[in-house]
Each structure stands twice: as C-alpha cells, then as structure tokens.
C-alpha cells in the first residue's frame, strides 16, 4: 500500500487511544469528588484500563517515531 497511508492508519488509531485514555483519566478524578461511591466502583477502574491502554499506545507511538527517525 501507500507509505503515507500506513503511516497514517499506524499513527492515528494509537493517538486516539492515548487521547481518549487522557481523557478517561480525568473524567475519573474529577467523577469520584462528586458522585456516590458505588459508581466510583465501576467509572474509576474502567478509566485506569482505559488510561492504561492508552499510556501503551502513546508508547508504541513514541517508540515508532523513534525508529523511524
């Protein structure tokens, strides 16, 4: 295929995995200040999975990039 093309298809699943990780993390800090602790049972473990996953992906970006250079 295209070089750029698999660049790309390479590039931008991974960085929107780490996006949304990032995001996953602080919608958790700030959902466990105001909501009931049940919910906290389910919402801040599925973010750290989430974060968790996307704290690998960024890796697997930086360590492409690095390769690539």
Same mark, same amino acid.
């Given at each position: 295929?295209?070089? #750029? /093309?698999?660049?790309?298809?390479?590039?931008?699943? $991974? @960085?929107?995995?780490? /996006?949304?990780?990032?995001?996953?993390? @602080?919608?958790?800090?700030?959902?466990?200040?105001?909501?009931? /602790?049940?919910?906290?049972? @389910? +919402? +801040?473990?599925?973010?750290?999975?989430?974060?968790?996953?996307?704290?690998?992906?960024?890796?697997? +970006? +930086? #360590?492409?990039? $690095?390769?690539?250079?």
């Amino acid at each position: 295929m295209n070089r #750029k /093309l698999d660049t790309f298809f390479f590039y931008f699943p $991974r @960085i929107v995995m780490a /996006l949304i990780g990032l995001s996953a993390f @602080i919608f958790a800090a700030w959902f466990c200040q105001f909501y009931y /602790l049940y919910l906290n049972c @389910i +919402v +801040v473990p599925t973010a750290c999975l989430l974060a968790s996953h996307g704290i690998q992906c960024a890796r697997q +970006v +930086v #360590k492409a990039y $690095r390769y690539s250079l």
